[in-house]
């Protein structure tokens, strides 16, 4: 693997998640995000990928049923990310209204999916495989991507919908928020790994309808306000 190859890969796994991120600041072009924070939400999913690798390499190891195994995978992505969330976003003072959760959720899950992208991209990349490359990033960019952006806007308007809501009512948010989001990744983890080459693109299908959902649910969330007495 040369420095090029490398810097190739990395490029092409960043441009869906920076497209992505581009698309999904637009539906909060109202109340622009401090730049640095969304670059540190960002670097933190990236960051969980190298937790998740080292994980999932343990689970790997240690897990013989396959879809049990992928099923741990799901949720050992979708804790980490939820992890970088709580720490960089959560507890500061520009998470101040219903909708902050639910994008920077997607924005560290875009962080995590550009490393995720770049590390499947390597070595096709680096063997000079260009078609080969050139499919894996549009397979990645339909279906990966949108996975991760889907799963943990789940766990984000499970937090934006409670908002104003009690503490308990944020806990049961929070654990109904990752079950949904372990769920689907799990079951496209499961679904792509079983399923045939030829009709893989049936899967991509309900994310795609998933995607439209989580538009719908954006402005669910930016209708939600504080309960009155």
């Known amino acids: 693997m040369t420095l090029s190859s490398f810097i190739y890969a990395l490029i092409a796994g960043l441009l869906p998640s920076l497209i992505w991120l581009w698309f999904w600041l637009r539906e909060d072009s109202e109340h622009g995000e401090p730049k640095w924070l969304l670059a540190a939400s960002f670097i933190g999913g990236i960051i969980a990928v190298l937790f998740a690798i080292l994980l999932e390499k343990w689970i790997s190891e240690s897990v013989g049923d396959s879809n049990l195994k992928y099923t741990l995978w799901a949720a050992t992505e979708e804790l980490l990310k939820f992890m970088a969330v709580t720490i960089i976003v959560l507890q500061s003072k520009y998470n101040d209204e219903p909708l902050k959760p639910m994008i920077y959720c997607i924005v560290v899950a875009l962080g995590f999916a550009a490393l995720e ?98 538009i719908i649910l954006f402005e669910e969330v930016k209708a939600v306000r504080p309960r009155t007495v």
């Open 117 to 214: 992208n770049a590390l499947f991209l390597l070595e096709p990349v680096s063997i000079g495989a260009i078609a080969e490359s050139i499919v894996t990033g549009n397979m990645r960019f339909i279906g990966a991507t949108l996975v991760h952006i889907v799963s943990s806007a789940a766990v984000g308007f499970a937090l934006g919908v409670t908002y104003y809501r009690s503490i308990g009512a944020k806990f049961v948010g929070i654990i109904s928020g990752l079950v949904a989001a372990i769920t689907i990744h799990a079951v496209f983890n499961i679904s792509v790994v079983s399923t045939d080459p030829n009709d893989i693109l049936k899967i991509f299908a309900w994310i795609w309808g998933a995607v439209i959902i989580l």
